[in-house]
């Protein structure tokens, strides 16, 4: 059996696409607490206080979990995109990111995707609804980094 040209494979829709994201969710979430245990292992449980009711955090300690989330969340899909095309969450839904001609995406386009995907989504999720108006059936972030984000058939 010959393998199906990339140029085939359908786009992947909203919900597909929304699955994937809330399974990859819970890694990166994983990955944070990790961040936060160790942080509290090198910097000690007395970086917190509580006052009048409320949970207050050095500032620097925030800042610097703040930016170990930021690039461990881009590291994290930014890594599975460039080396194999699939988050754990798309491999589960079948899902893979790919150039306009099916071969696997660049850092560059990685970083624009990663970059885009974000205000995509969090701008009351315009970004992805435009893979309804789309004539391809790609959202924002997709058209900008120039990827595609397409379902695979059962057989892989």
Known sequence: MT???PQDY????LLRRFAALLYDAFLV???WMFLGFMLQLIFGPDTSQLVDGR???DPLLDSILFSLMLVSCAGFYI?????SGQTLGMLAWRLKVVTLDGGLINPIQGVIRFATAWPAFFMFGLGYLWLYIDPQGDAVHDKLSSTKVVVLHKSH
Not at 10 to 13: E, F, L, S, V, Y
Not at 79 to 83: I, L, N, Q, S
């Open 79 to 83: 890594w599975f995109w460039t080396h």
């Open 29 to 31: 979430a994983a990955i």
């Open 55 to 57: 949970v207050q955090t």
């Open 3 to 5: 393998e199906p040209d």
């Open 10 to 13: 359908p786009r992947a829709g």
